[in-house]
């Protein structure tokens, strides 16, 4: 099922372990997702080589998988770095799981399907990591993009918040069994109280104090989201746009560590 390949261990990092899965498995104590959102598979390169797979992990979303498929993802592994294959599967439950077992099939760390899939959709998705044990990836589900706010959710005809939407949404995900959700991380106070500390959240929509929101809408500094108590946050066009991109990672590190 699982090819199995070995991996060198970084040897300057001790606190990075592989488990018995043929792609990276690093404990790192980094929350620190960074979303590869290149164009160029080079110039993603260029900066994954400048950076410590202990520093953070890497996300792999339509974009670079639509232009360099799983081959991009492998080269990734190779390179040490835990990979996040954001490719937000939604479709009908026996087509969503086997795309779920075919990221298992590839080692990622994490994968990801919208919760507005429903139930049947989460379930067999879940239901389709069983045969992969202890190598399965983390299986999160998206609530609200992050890109949303409350006249988006009106237009598809949803009269709840955005907030109020993702906790519905939360909660079925969690009754699910799959290990957390993609939500904003102005809603993860109230999702680690009211669904538990385990249930992972991963939270895109992160923007240093000054950096351009863009597209988002539902935003929040690193150091703010970090006390809200998330467990992962995905940070992209604020490293990746930088003049320096590995310069700007290490900035945001070190602005967490000062908590
Ligand atoms: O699943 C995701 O990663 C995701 C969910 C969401 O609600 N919002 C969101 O922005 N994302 C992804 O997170 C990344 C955010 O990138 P930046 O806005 O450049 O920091 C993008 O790759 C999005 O595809």
């Not at 099922?1 to 991996?7: G, P, R």
């Not at 929350?31 to 950076?51: Q, S």
């Not at 890109?147 to 519905?168: F, H, N």
Request: charged content about 20%; hydrophobic content about 45%; aromatic content about 6%.
């Amino acid at each position: 099922m699982l090819a199995v390949c070995l991996l060198p261990l970084p040897e300057q990092d001790p606190t990075m372990t592989l488990s018995a899965s043929s792609s990276p498995r690093y404990t790192t104590n980094s929350p620190i997702v960074v979303a590869l959102d290149y164009d160029k598979r080079d110039e993603a390169l260029a900066f994954v080589d400048r950076i410590d797979a202990s520093d953070c992990r890497l996300k792999v979303g339509k974009e670079m998988f639509t232009r360099f498929g799983p081959d991009f993802v492998r080269e990734l592994h190779q390179r040490g770095f835990d990979v996040f294959l954001d490719l937000k599967f939604h479709d009908i439950p026996n087509t969503t799981a086997r795309a779920v077992a075919a990221a298992a099939d590839l080692g990622v760390w994490m994968v990801n399907v919208h919760a507005s899939g429903g139930a049947r959709m989460m379930s067999a998705a879940k239901e389709a990591l069983v045969p992969f044990g202890a190598d399965a990836p983390l299986l999160i589900a998206v609530t609200v993009l992050t890109s949303m706010e409350a006249s988006d959710l009106a237009d598809l005809g949803i009269t709840v918040s955005p907030a109020q939407y993702a906790e519905r949404l939360a909660q079925l995900t969690n009754r699910c069994g799959l290990d957390g959700v993609v939500c904003s991380a102005q809603e993860a106070a109230r999702f680690k109280q009211v669904i538990g500390k385990e249930f992972r959240l991963v939270t895109p929509g992160i923007r240093p104090e000054g950096s351009d929101a863009g597209d988002q809408r539902r935003i929040m500094t690193p150091v703010a989201a970090q006390a809200a108590g998330v467990d992962y946050m995905v940070i992209g066009r604020p490293v990746t746009r930088a003049a320096d991109p590995a310069h700007a990672l290490k900035s945001i590190l070190a602005s967490l560590q000062g908590l």
